[in-house]
T-cell receptor, first 118, second 117 residues
Framework: DSGVTQTPKHLITATGQRVTLRCSPRSGDLSVYWYQQSLDQGLQFLIQYYNGEERAKGNILERFSAQQFPDLHSELNLSSLELGDSALYFC?????????????????FGQGTRLTVV | AQKITQTQPGMFVQEKEAVTLDCTYDTSDPSYGLFWYKQPSSGEMIFLIYQGSYDQQNATEGRYSLNFQKARKSANLVISASQLGDSAMYFCAMRGYSGAGSYQLTFGKGTKLSVIP
């Protein structure tokens, strides 16, 4: 158990709908990262939050957004869903802003949310 | 930009044998980190081992060791005494600077390891 909790584990929804994925980082971790894993694109970085502030953006679509709340949990919002958005969405957390701080190089991943758009 | 290459889409190994999973990387950053993760069929990403670019010795964690050859930009994972439970996808990843004081993990495409009894 990595200590990172993602809910729900599975989600099936129709095209055009909006969903929210939730992530609770490990206790004490300030950074949350969202990744998308699809068969054709592999694991792609979407976005990072550190202590409530957006720190970096990767290949995140405009239809997607995220936020990190004061209690440090994060939500990834996916809207106007398309069939191609079907993927495994991971959240990872680390104590540092950039993984190079504090000597702790490990990022802990949640179990993922498997999204199926039909 | 960082790039990770895993050239072996799939590999087979006999139980109790050792196996090497290849990973090469490309970066212009002087400081970086290399990770290996295991993803079983259940889907979770499990951290296995980490090697910092300035670490003088190869990292080891139990049956896992990382064969780090900096000049060749390779970071191969060696699993000794393979077990049936080692059957999974294995991802090599690199932490590199992505600008504005932030670092990201860039992943390779993965290698599917199958352990044969």
């Amino acid at each position: 158990d990595s200590g990172v909790t993602q809910t729900p584990k599975h989600l099936i929804t129709a095209t055009g709908q909006r969903v929210t994925l939730r992530c609770s980082p490990r206790s004490g971790d300030l950074s949350v990262y969202w990744y998308q894993q699809s068969l054709d694109q592999g694991l792609q970085f979407l976005i990072q939050y550190y202590n409530g502030e957006e720190r970096a953006k990767g290949n995140i679509l405009e239809r997607f957004s995220a936020q990190q709340f004061p209690d440090l949990h994060s939500e990834l919002n996916l809207s106007s869903l398309e069939l191609g958005d079907s993927a495994l969405y991971f959240c990872a957390s680390s104590v540092a802003n950039d993984w190079s701080e504090g000597g702790n190089a490990e990022a802990f991943f949640g179990q993922g949310t498997r999204l199926t758009v039909v | 930009a960082q790039k990770i290459t895993q050239t072996q889409p799939g590999m087979f190994v006999q139980e109790k044998e050792a196996v090497t999973l290849d990973c090469t990387y490309d970066t212009s950053d002087p400081s970086y980190g290399l990770f290996w993760y295991k993803q079983p069929s259940s889907g979770e990403m499990i951290f296995l081992i980490y090697q910092g670019s300035y670490d003088q010795q190869n990292a080891t964690e139990g049956r896992y060791s990382l064969n780090f050859q900096k000049a060749r930009k390779s970071a191969n994972l060696v699993i000794s005494a393979s077990q049936l439970g080692d059957s999974a996808m294995y991802f090599c990843a690199m932490r590199g600077y992505s600008g504005a004081g932030s670092y990201q993990l860039t992943f390779g495409k993965g290698t599917k390891l199958s352990v044969i009894p």
